[in-house]
């Protein structure tokens, strides 16, 4: 199992720069990849970026421009710059690691969760 630790939420102004963390610990060698998703009040949980462990990196349309993830592989953290952020960036931001274990002739892959942390940005 790993576990995540995600910090850098906060209350920004429309316009301005946030930049979250998120650290791994644990079973970090079965990660292929981390990233964030985030949540809106009322709405589904939504992809952001990610990162693979061989440097792929994908975003979603809304962030493609502002957004920027970026890793520390030696202390197992992903970084998520945002800029120029707009109200409708306001949601809870979940770091996700997707690992794969070998469980004998088969190979499993999941995710496992960050708490979130909550990113607001005032108009």
């Known amino acids: 199992q790993v576990q995540l630790v995600e910090s850098g939420g906060g209350l920004v102004q429309s316009g301005g720069s946030l930049r979250l963390s998120c650290a791994a610990s644990g079973n970090v060698f079965s990660i292929t990849a981390m990233g964030w998703y985030r949540q809106a009040p009322g709405k589904m949980r939504d992809f952001v970026a990610h990162?693979?462990?061989?440097?792929?990196?994908q975003y979603d349309s809304s962030v493609k421009d502002r957004f920027t993830i970026s890793r520390d592989s030696a202390k197992n953290t992903v970084f998520l710059q945002m800029n120029n952020l707009k109200p409708d960036d306001t949601a809870v931001y979940f770091c996700y690691a997707r690992q794969s274990v070998v469980e004998g002739t088969s190979t499993r892959t999941f995710s496992s969760w960050g708490q979130g942390t909550q990113v607001t940005i005032a108009s």
């Open positions: 990162v693979t462990s061989d440097g792929n990196r």
